[in-house]
């Protein structure tokens, strides 16, 4: 069974960073598609950030220029590097893989993890 464990949230003062990461276990064929969304209380889930199986990245404007998205493909995982961070990145984090099995090939999402920007 697929699973995406997330980790590296956090409280961190303005201007900071933090690192997440997004680790897939199970039996796998490939990762396809690999994003980053946020949700702030009140707000609609956002997407963050993209990392194409090409290598192919994509950003919102509001995190473009301090955000990262990469992957270590011997590890099957991906992380987001966040620096310059703003109280407004205060959000819940979720990665979300388009993943292909060996039975399917559909989207699974992390649990969540909690990131805080707060002086």
């Known amino acids: 069974q697929v699973q995406l464990v997330e980790s590296g949230g956090g409280l961190v003062q303005p201007g900071g960073s933090l690192r997440l990461s997004c680790a897939v276990s199970?039996?796998?064929?490939?990762?396809?598609?690999m994003d980053w969304y946020r949700q702030a209380p009140g707000k609609q889930r956002e997407l963050v950030a993209t990392l194409t199986s090409g290598g192919t990245t994509n950003y919102a404007d509001s995190v473009k220029g301090r955000f990262t998205i990469s992957r270590d493909n011997a590890k099957n995982t991906v992380y987001l590097q966040m620096d310059s961070l703003k109280p407004e990145d205060t959000a819940v984090y979720y990665c979300?893989?388009?993943?292909?099995?060996?039975?399917?090939?559909?989207?699974?999402w992390g649990q969540g993890t909690q990131v805080t920007v707060s002086s």
């Open positions: 199970g039996s796998i064929v490939s990762i396809n598609i």
């Open positions: 979300y893989f388009h993943i292909t099995t060996m039975t399917t090939s559909r989207g699974y």
